[in-house]
């Protein structure tokens, strides 16, 4: 800490550039201010996205993963989930979550803004929709927002900006089915473009959106928001990690100390202070400001920072189809959406609602380990891919998660990232509301799917996810809340938090338009106010206590797959494994009639090198002869799981299998010319409007 270096002042210093920090550094800087924004990770590089390549499904599972602990990459810090009964998903770098994320942008329901009023349990928000409407325009028309106007549960208010994406057959069949029951449905809004907009290109279906939009189609802040700000003069500062805000001597936020990718520190000056961390990486940075006069963290006189964490308790339900639906061709996140269950109906026994959204089908490797991660091996292999592949449907039930004081995010014990914060502890339980909700919605998705005319129909539950709220939540009164209706802390006039979690309540929608919306409405406020916030004192003392600093161990290093180690004999007697995996027949190839064991496989150890030495290990120690190969299969779990993966892997890679099955590969097709949709020449919304053109 002796190296420490004091940056040029700046008026705004935003923590986090993702969906948050970027509305807010983008408003500002347009408006003049001078604004540094400080990141842990780094700008993304659109080409090095995996989703234009064949192998994107396996970039996708581990260095494009959504999961941090799978990432593991430099900018990532752990999650201590040791009291969490769900995972959660992220991206740290420019853009946050938003590189990774399914873009679906539906809006919360008047009503989420009234829980209180309306089911008596938790709160009301101090501000309403109809205050929010005129910001959710607004990001809507900067995100480039692709929907169909006029959706009857919401009040009306412009038309997105961009017509909406295709439903494509998938979306059709399931629209037909709730046309027939009567039930709501509606094209999803996504933050996708179905035309081009902004000088960005219009998507093109590949489905890959997961592992960040090679096109640039779909809305992530490091293309739709920094590049105004850097353009207006801001600076995005990434590799910087930022360890603690610091307060003057009036309590006033003095700026944000940073460690850099050398462990260099700096202080970072600023008039204001943004955080914008998402409501786990911004609970933690206010707890771990703790200091002489806030020993139980900033701006947390409430002592509600880090508590009312909700987290949608994701489900999925999904239908398997005998048509081909080639649902691997399309955008990855919302075809439809259904708000039939929405609102809150005490009569079901439970309290609030859920939102489905109807997702395609994904590709290969998806259909292989399909349902569960599992798969299907053996001579009944190519059967059950042949079920899965496109021919599946899929609703999302997201449910109103409601808050409770003993959800939280806690500094770990036990955790450190690499610079040595001590990582964010998420202590939640799923609630029996919670549980009911989701029961009873998984009941009514598959009636909505076996309508829909799917043969089969399988479940999951608690899915990890990567919608925060609540852990710096508004409020006008101050012992009851962290920040005020203008997302301003209480306790620290020049403090705001602009992520989700100054959520008052979670609603059932996908949080990052109400994120954006709320952060939009902030900012104005900041502009507008700006000459009243008190400013801190420039000179202030900051990193007087070093920060705990454990002993980091180095985690082993993923071995370096060397083509040459693997052998002919090794490369043979992966052939024979993976014969065994999955025989020929059924009109496809075994896996040594398209020599899996030669460049389709270093094709997969080349973009998964991480899996070479635990294939490795396993050849060294398998036996040529099937019945011993069976036999590990069946008696070692995470040794067949990996030669399962490597197997499959290799062998969906090959054209020949491909042609087999029928499957193109992610292919463009451009969406844009824009014919009158099918759903509404059937008249499939008539049961809800009468006026939809
Ligand atoms: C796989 C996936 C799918 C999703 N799908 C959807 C969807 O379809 N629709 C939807 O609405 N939402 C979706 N989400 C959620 C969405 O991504 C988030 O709601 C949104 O990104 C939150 O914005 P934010 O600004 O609060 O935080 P983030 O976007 O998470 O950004 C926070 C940023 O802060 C940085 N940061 C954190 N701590 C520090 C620190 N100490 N120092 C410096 N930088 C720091 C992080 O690196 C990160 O870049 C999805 C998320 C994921 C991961
Ligand atoms: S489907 Fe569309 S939004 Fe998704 S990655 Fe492809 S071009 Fe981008």
Same mark, same amino acid.
């Given at each position: 800490m002796s190296d420490k270096r004091v940056d040029d002042h700046a008026d705004v210093v935003i923590i986090g550039a993702g969906a948050g920090g970027g509305v807010v550094a983008r408003r500002l800087a347009e408006a003049g201010l001078s604004v540094v924004c400080l990141e842990q990770g780094e700008w993304p590089d659109r080409a090095n996205y995996p989703g234009a390549t064949p192998e994107w499904e396996l970039a996708a599972a581990k260095?494009? @993963?959504?999961i941090p602990s799978v990432r593991n990459a430099v900018a990532d810090y752990p999650i201590?989930?040791?009291? @969490?009964?769900l995972g959660v998903v992220n991206f740290n770098g420019v853009g946050g979550g938003t590189i990774l994320y399914a873009a679906q942008w539906p809006r919360m329901l008047p009503s989420d803004f009234l829980v209180r009023s309306t089911d008596g349990i938790a709160d009301d928000w101090p501000i309403g929709y109809e205050e929010l409407l005129p910001f959710y325009e607004r990001t809507d028309r900067d995100f480039g927002v692709s929907g169909l106007g006029g959706n009857p549960m919401y009040p009306p208010g412009e038309d997105p900006p961009l017509p909406a994406l295709p439903i494509g057959a998938t979306g059709l069949r399931v629209a037909r089915a709730h046309a027939r029951l009567g039930w709501h449905w509606w094209p999803q809004s996504n933050a996708i473009l179905s035309a081009p907009y902004d000088g960005r290109h219009a998507c093109v279906q590949r489905g890959t959106c997961g592992s960040g939009c090679n096109e640039g189609a779909k809305a992530s802040t490091d293309l739709t928001h920094f590049p105004h700000v850097v353009a207006k003069g801001g600076r995005v500062i990434t590799g910087a990690r930022v360890v603690r805000i610091v307060t003057d001597g009036a309590g006033l936020a003095a700026g944000a100390e940073w460690l850099d990718r050398e462990g260099h520190a700096h202080f970072q000056r600023a008039d204001v202070v943004v955080c914008a961390a998402n409501a786990i990486g911004s609970a933690r940075l206010l707890l771990a400001s703790?200091?002489?006069?806030?020993p139980d963290g900033l701006a947390n006189s409430s002592g509600l920072v880090g508590r009312r964490l909700m987290l949608h308790a994701l489900s999925t339900v999904t239908g398997l189809f005998d048509e081909q639906l080639e649902g691997w061709q399309a955008h990855s996140g919302g075809l439809i959406q259904c708000l039939q269950f929405g609102l809150s109906d005490p009569s079901r026994g439970f309290a609030r609602g859920a939102l489905w959204e109807l997702g395609s089908a994904g590709g290969p490797m998806k259909a292989v380990f399909a349902p569960r991660g599992h798969g299907v091996w053996g001579a009944d292999h190519h059967r059950h891919v042949r079920q899965h592949l496109g021919r599946s449907a899929q609703w999302a039930i997201l449910g109103e998660d409601l808050p409770e004081e003993s959800n939280r995010v806690e500094l770990s014990t036990t955790q450190f990232d690499s610079s040595g914060l001590p990582a964010p502890k998420i202590a939640y339980r799923v609630s029996a509301n919670t549980s009911a909700l989701t029961d009873w919605n998984i009941e009514r998705a598959t009636e909505s799917l076996e309508a829909a005319g799917a043969w089969r129909v399988d479940s999951l539950r608690r899915l990890a996810n990567g919608h925060f709220m609540g852990t710096a939540r508004m409020g006008d009164d101050p012992s009851t809340s962290v920040v005020d209706k203008w997302c301003v802390s209480h306790d620290i006039a020049n403090l705001l938090v602009v992520d989700?979690?100054?959520?008052?309540t979670s609603g059932a929608a996908n949080p990052t338009s109400t994120i954006a919306a709320l952060a939009l409405r902030a900012a104005d406020r900041l502009i507008e106010r700006r000459a009243e916030i008190p400013r801190p004192r420039r000179s202030v003392s900051f990193g007087l206590s070093p920060l705990p600093r454990p002993a980091i161990e180095s985690s082993p290093s993923t071995p370096v797959f060397v083509?040459?180690?693997?052998g002919t004999a090794l490369r043979q007697r992966f052939e024979r494994l993976a014969d065994v995996v999955i025989p020929g027949g059924d009109g496809m190839p075994a896996p040594s009639e398209i020599a899996i064991g030669g460049a389709l496989l270093d094709r997969v150890l080349g973009v998964r090198p991480d899996l070479a030495g635990p294939l490795l290990a396993l050849l060294g120690a398998t036996a040529d002869e099937p019945d011993v190969a069976l036999s590990v299969l069946e008696n070692d779990p995470a040794t067949a799981r990996t030669l399962r993966y490597v197997v499959a892997a290799a062998y969906y890679l090959s054209d020949d299998v491909r042609s087999g099955l029928g499957y193109p590969g992610t292919v463009a097709r451009p969406v844009?010319?824009?014919?009158?949709p099918e759903y509404l020449a059937e008249g499939l919304l008539d049961h809800l409007v009468t006026d939809v053109v």
């Open positions: 260095q494009w @993963s959504s201590d989930l040791t009291e @969490s009964d703790a200091a002489g006069t806030h989700g979690s100054v959520f008052v083509t040459q180690t693997l844009g010319r824009f014919e009158y």
